[in-house]
Structures are given as structure tokens and as C-alpha cells.
């Protein structure tokens, strides 16, 4: 198979097309805080699932971008960074 620019994006090291795969542990725990911090909308405990939510959802955009099968999901890494911290940024 040749390597071309488009194989370096969409294709992991097996040959397989990889856009989207089953989420793992940083992104499940981003989920259900989130979903709770919608819930508990007031108090320490809404503070601290908004902390857990955003750390567990850097660790997964780092995790991507350093260690993303693809260039495709390193690229989703890093736009998840940038938008986390711009997030952040602008409800400070």
C-alpha cells in the first residue's frame, strides 16, 4: 500500500480507516461529569465536576494528539485543546 498524505490522515497502522472510535476512560468520565455538572447546576459540587470534566477532556485531547492513530485524530486533539482553552479563556 502506498503512503501517501491521505493514508497518513484517515489510516491507522493496520490499513483501516479510523475517524471516530469507542471512547476511552478521559472521554467517558468528560461525559458523565458533564451531564452532571448539567444537573447539579449550583454549588462545590458543580464547581468540582466542572474541574473534573475539563481535566478529564484535556487529558483525552492530549492523549489524541500525542498518541492519535492518525493524523486525522492527533489534528481532533489538538482542536479540542485550543478549544478548551479558549472556553476557558473567555468565561474567566
Do not use: C
Given at each position: ?38 444537573i447539579l447546576m449550583t454549588g ?42 479558549a472556553f476557558n479563556i473567555?468565561?474567566?
Amino acid at each position: 500500500m502506498e503512503n501517501t498524505l491521505v493514508d497518513k490522515t484517515f489510516r491507522d497502522s493496520n490499513g483501516n480507516v479510523v475517524i471516530a472510535q469507542m471512547p476511552n476512560l478521559p472521554l467517558i468520565v468528560w461525559f458523565v461529569t458533564t451531564i452532571l455538572s448539567l444537573i447539579l447546576m449550583t454549588g462545590t459540587i458543580n464547581t468540582v465536576l466542572n474541574v473534573v470534566a475539563n481535566g478529564s477532556l484535556f487529558t483525552w485531547a492530549w492523549l489524541e494528539l500525542f498518541q492519535g492513530v492518525n493524523y486525522f485524530r492527533r489534528a481532533l486533539g489538538f482542536a479540542v485543546l485550543i478549544g478548551i482553552i479558549a472556553f476557558n479563556i473567555q468565561h474567566q
